[in-house]
Antibody, heavy 121, light 110 residues
Framework: QLQLQESGSGLVKPSQTLSLTCAVS??????????WSWIRQPPGKGLEWIGY???????YYRPSLESRVTISVDKSKNHFSLKLASVTAADTAVYYC?????????????WGQGTLVTVSS | QSALTQPASVSGSPGQSITISCTGT?????????VSWYQQRPGKAPKLIIY???SRPSGVSNRFSGSKSGNTASLTISGLQADDEADYYC??????????FGGGTRLTVL
C-alpha cells in the first residue's frame, strides 16, 4: 500500500526558502499515470493546491505562486520535493504531499499526514 | 484561479440526507468529469471519498454519492451518521492543467 511522508524544516525565517521532501514507500514514484503534488492548508482555512509534477513530465503550478515555487522528483530516492522561495507569514500552513492519479482520471490519493511549516523570525 | 464555491456549513440529523454543492465554471467543473470530494476530520489529512464526479474508492461507504449538472457538482450523504461530521472539500481539474479546490463545507450532525 502506497504511503507518503513529508519531512523538512518546521520553522523558516521570512524571505528564506521553504524546503520539504515527500518520501514515497510501497510503490515506485515512476509508476505510469502518476503525478505528484503539494497542497497546503493555512491554519483554520481551506485547502490550496500548490502544484504538481505531472505524469507527462511537465510541472504545473498555482498561478499566484508560480514565480516562487519549484516541485521536482528524484527517482533514485523515490521521493519528490517542494521549494518555495521568499516566504512570508502568509506561507505558514500545514503542507501535504499527495499522489495524483492522472491518466484518464484525476484524483489525489493517498495523502501524507501533513507537516506544519511556520514562517517567523 | 478562483476557488470553487461551496456553502460554508450544512447540518442534518442522524438518518437524514444532506447535499453539498460545488460551483465552478466551464473551465473546470463544467468542462471535465474530474471532480473529486475529500473528507477531512480535525487534525487529519484529507481522505478521498468521490472521484471523477460519481466514482467511489474501494472501502468508502455507498452512503456517499456524487453528481454534476452544468458547472455545479454535488456530494450527497444519505443515512447521516455522527461519524460523518467533518469538513468536506471538492476539487476539479482545470483547462490550464491545474487543480482548484473549493473553500470547504463544515458538516454538523445535530
Amino acid at each position: 500500500q502506497l504511503q507518503l511522508q513529508e519531512s523538512g524544516s518546521g520553522l523558516v525565517k521570512p524571505s528564506q526558502t521553504l524546503s520539504l521532501t515527500c518520501a514515497v514507500s510501497g510503490d515506485s514514484i515512476s509508476g505510469h499515470g502518476y503525478s505528484w503534488s503539494w497542497i497546503r492548508q493555512p491554519p483554520g482555512k481551506g485547502l490550496e493546491w500548490i502544484g504538481y509534477v505531472y505524469y507527462d513530465g511537465n510541472t504545473y503550478y498555482r498561478p499566484s505562486l508560480e514565480s516562487r515555487v519549484t516541485i521536482s522528483v528524484d527517482k533514485s530516492k523515490n521521493h519528490f520535493s517542494l521549494k518555495l522561495a521568499s516566504v512570508t507569514a502568509a506561507d505558514t500552513a500545514v503542507y501535504y504531499c499527495a499522489r495524483v492519479m492522472s491518466s484518464a482520471t484525476q484524483r489525489f490519493d493517498p495523502w501524507g499526514q501533513g507537516t506544519l511549516v511556520t514562517v517567523s523570525s | 484561479q478562483s476557488a470553487l464555491t461551496q456553502p460554508a456549513s450544512v447540518s442534518g440529523s442522524p438518518g437524514q440526507s444532506i447535499t453539498i454543492s460545488c460551483t465552478g465554471t466551464s473551465s473546470d467543473v463544467g468542462g471535465y468529469n474530474y471532480v473529486s470530494w475529500y473528507q477531512q476530520r480535525p487534525g487529519k489529512a484529507p481522505k478521498l471519498i468521490i472521484y471523477d464526479v460519481i466514482s467511489r474508492p474501494s472501502g468508502v461507504s455507498n452512503r456517499f454519492s456524487g453528481s454534476k449538472s452544468g458547472n455545479t457538482a454535488s456530494l450527497t450523504i444519505s443515512g447521516l451518521q455522527a461519524d460523518d461530521e467533518a469538513d468536506y472539500y471538492c476539487s476539479s481539474f482545470t483547462s490550464s492543467v491545474t487543480e482548484v479546490f473549493g473553500g470547504g463545507t463544515r458538516l454538523t450532525v445535530l
